[in-house]
Nanobody, 124 residues
Framework: QVQLVESGGGLVQTGDSLRLSCVVS????????MAWFRQPPGTEREFVGALVTAGSGTFYGNSVKGRFTISRNTSANTLFLQMMSLKPEDTAVYYCATSTKIVLPPTRGTFDSWGQGTQVTVSS
């Protein structure tokens, strides 16, 4: 089993940057795909971006492409989401997730394990 704990959310202003972290523990040897999703108020959870653990290739959703970057610190078992040029529409609870499968683009059902989420609020 894999445990994930997100941190780094908060209240920022339009145009600001923010970096989220996700510490992963447990049975991580079978993880092939790591990802960030977000869930704005009253809407479905949507894909933000993913990282393939073998080779660290990344894949992003259209709404964040060019503004958000996923990276990881393998030795610290931590996944990051660097967010730049934030907009009010980026306001959401952000979740990290892991999967034992590689599906690109992934859906919510691709992932086996989820964190509890961290709130990001962007004021206008």
């Amino acid at each position: 089993q894999v445990q994930l704990v997100e941190s780094g959310g908060g209240l920022v202003q339009t145009g600001d940057s923010l970096r989220l972290s996700c510490v992963v523990s447990g049975r991580t040897s079978t993880t092939k795909l790591m990802a960030w999703f977000r869930q704005p108020p009253g809407t479905e959870r949507e894909f933000v971006g993913a990282l393939v653990t073998a080779g660290s290739g990344t894949f992003y959703g259209n709404s964040v492409k060019g503004r958000f970057t996923i990276s990881r610190n393998t030795s610290a078992n931590t996944l990051f989401l660097q967010m730049m040029s934030l907009k009010p529409e980026d306001t959401a609870v952000y979740y990290c997730a892991t999967s034992t499968k590689i599906v690109l683009p992934p859906t919510r059902g691709t992932f086996d394990s989820w964190g509890q989420g961290t709130q990001v609020t962007v004021s206008s």
